[in-house]
């Protein structure tokens, strides 16, 4: 069955999308630490970060790179922090997150909240300073 991620990245679930190439997905968190908090995922299926292939996680890091100067531009911050936790979606994701401080970076932490619009801003904001290549 496919992961709710794939279900994403196929469309069948909406998202805020935030970049795209062949092999990974960029879109905002539901749940965000920060404004701006994005998940990279690889389009393929794998669970646990660590069993994708060393091409991969590669591919993968440069993309999340591209992404995080997105953020960075769009969201000025003190840098943008990288965490891979993957215990609640087997899916697996890089989350990126802005950070003006270290308690940036607590997944304790209370989740923000935003409209349907202010999610899709925030994606549209990132999106407009994403460079493909
Ligand atoms: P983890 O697996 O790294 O512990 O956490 C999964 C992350 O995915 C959480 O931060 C959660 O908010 C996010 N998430 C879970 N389901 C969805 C979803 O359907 N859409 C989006 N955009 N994010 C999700």
Redesign the pocket.
């Known amino acids: 069955m496919a992961t709710?991620f794939s279900k994403?990245v196929a469309g069948e679930?909406p998202?805020?999308k935030v970049a795209e190439d062949a092999n990974f997905y960029a879109?905002?968190?539901?749940?965000p630490l920060a404004q701006g908090h994005t998940?990279v995922i690889p389009k393929r299926e794998v669970d646990y970060f660590f069993d994708l292939t060393d091409e991969e996680i590669g591919a993968m890091q440069i993309f999340a790179k591209k992404v995080a100067v997105a953020i960075k531009e769009a969201f000025p911050c003190i840098k943008v922090g990288q965490a891979v936790?993957?215990?609640?979606?087997p899916h697996a994701?890089i989350?990126l997150v802005p950070m003006q401080s270290e308690k940036d970076m607590l997944f304790s932490n209370p989740?923000l909240k935003f409209t349907a619009e202010e999610f899709a801003e925030t994606a549209q904001k990132i999106n407009s300073k994403w460079v493909a290549e």
């Open positions: 709710i994403i679930i998202s805020y879109f905002l968190d539901i749940n998940l936790l993957g215990l609640e979606v994701h989350h989740k």
